[in-house]
C-alpha cells in the first residue's frame, strides 16, 4: 500500500529539520552549508545576535560559531510543521544545556529537495506546559 504524499512530505520536512540539528550538534559545516538554500534570499538570527542577511553572511556565521570548541549541542524537540505550498515552517524547542530556545526554521523548496532559508531562536520565558498551566487559570472574566 503507497503511503499518503501528505505524511511522506511531513517526513522529509521533519527529516531535513533533523538534519540541521544534527549538523550544528556534530558542528559539520559541510553538511550545516548544505541545508541553506543556494539561490533564494536566507536569514539567519542567532540568539543575541543581530539578523544575519544573505547565503554568504549565514554560512559564514555557522562556520564560526560551528568551529568555536565551545558551541554547545543543541537539541530538536516537539517540532510542529506549517506547510505553505512550497514553503514550510518549523517551530520548535531547542534544548542547550539545562536551558530551552524557542526556534523557527523556515525551508524553501528547491528542485526536488528544502533547504533552509530562515532560522531564528530565542530565549523562552516560560516552557510551553506552564503556558498551557496559565491559559487554563484564567477566568472568562479577564478576556473582556
Not at 537539541?75 to 506549517?82: D, I, K, V, Y
Not at 531547542?94 to 530565549?123: I, K
Amino acid at each position: 500500500m503507497a503511503s499518503d504524499p501528505a505524511e511522506v512530505l511531513r517526513d522529509v520536512l521533519l527529516a531535513t529539520n533533523q538534519r540541521f540539528y544534527a549538523a550544528f550538534s556534530r558542528r559539520d559545516f559541510s553538511a550545516m552549508s548544505d541545508l541553506w538554500h543556494p539561490t533564494l534570499p536566507v536569514v539567519c538570527i542567532h540568539p543575541g545576535w543581530p539578523p544575519v542577511e544573505g547565503r554568504a553572511s549565514v554560512v559564514e556565521s555557522w562556520r564560526r560559531i560551528l568551529l568555536n570548541p565551545s558551541s554547545p549541542a543543541v537539541r530538536c524537540e516537539r517540532p510542529s510543521l506549517h506547510l505553505m505550498h512550497d514553503v514550510a515552517l518549523v517551530v520548535c524547542f531547542e534544548v542547550v544545556g539545562h536551558s530551552r530556545l524557542v526556534a523557527t526554521n523556515g525551508f524553501a523548496r528547491s528542485d526536488d529537495s528544502w533547504r533552509m532559508v530562515f532560522h531564528q531562536a530565542g530565549p523562552v520565558a516560560v516552557s510551553d506546559d506552564e503556558d498551557s498551566e496559565r491559559e487554563r487559570e484564567v477566568e472568562p472574566s479577564e478576556l473582556n
